[in-house]
C-alpha cells in the first residue's frame, strides 16, 4: 500500500467540493486523513461555520478508528454506548458522531486514509464524500462486491440518497 500524496489528497477534496456544488449544498469544510490519522489536507469553502475543522476530523477520525463509515460508528454508538464511550475515552484522537466521514480505500481494499465532510444535512456530506474519493481515483466501501466485503471486513452502508 503507498502511502497517500498530498496531491491525491487535494484532489479528494476539490473533486467533493465540485460535487458539492453540483448538489448546490450547504458551504462545506472537508478533511483528508492518512491511514495513520494524521492530518494529510484540510479545505473549508467560503461561508462554512467555524469549528467545521474539529467535526471534519473527528468524523473521519471515527471512521479510521472503527474500520467503517461514520455513519455506522453513530449506528454502533447507539447500540453499544458503554462500548463507545470507552473508545472515546482512551482514544490519541477526536470520534465525532455523525454521518459524513468515510475511509478511501485503493483497489486492492486497503485503507489508505479517510475523509470528513461537514456543512451539510449527514446524507448530502456522505454523498459530497464518496464522489470526492471515487473522483479522484480511490474506492468507497460500498463499490466492493459482497464477496470482497466478507474477504476484506468491509462494512457497508445502505444505499444513502439525497434527503432534500
Known sequence: MLPLSMDQALAILQNTF??????RAHAL???VLDAGGQ???FLKQDGASIKRFEIARGKAFASLAMHRSS????????????FMETLRAISDGP???EAGGQLIR?????IV????????????????????IRAAG???????SDADCARLNIKKDAEIRDPR
Open 71 to 82: 455513519r455506522q460508528v453513530l449506528q454502533k454508538a447507539r447500540e453499544k454506548p458503554l
Open 113 to 132: 486514509g479517510a475523509l470528513g465532510v461537514t456543512g451539510d444535512v449527514n446524507e448530502v456530506d456522505d454523498i459530497c464524500a464518496m464522489a470526492g
Open 18 to 23: 465540485k460535487k458539492a456544488a453540483d448538489m
Open 95 to 97: 470520534i465525532f458522531l
Open 29 to 31: 469544510a472537508a478533511i
Open 39 to 41: 492530518v494529510k489536507a
Open 106 to 110: 485503493d483497489a486492492q481494499g486497503e
Open 138 to 144: 480511490f474506492r468507497c466501501d460500498s463499490d466492493f
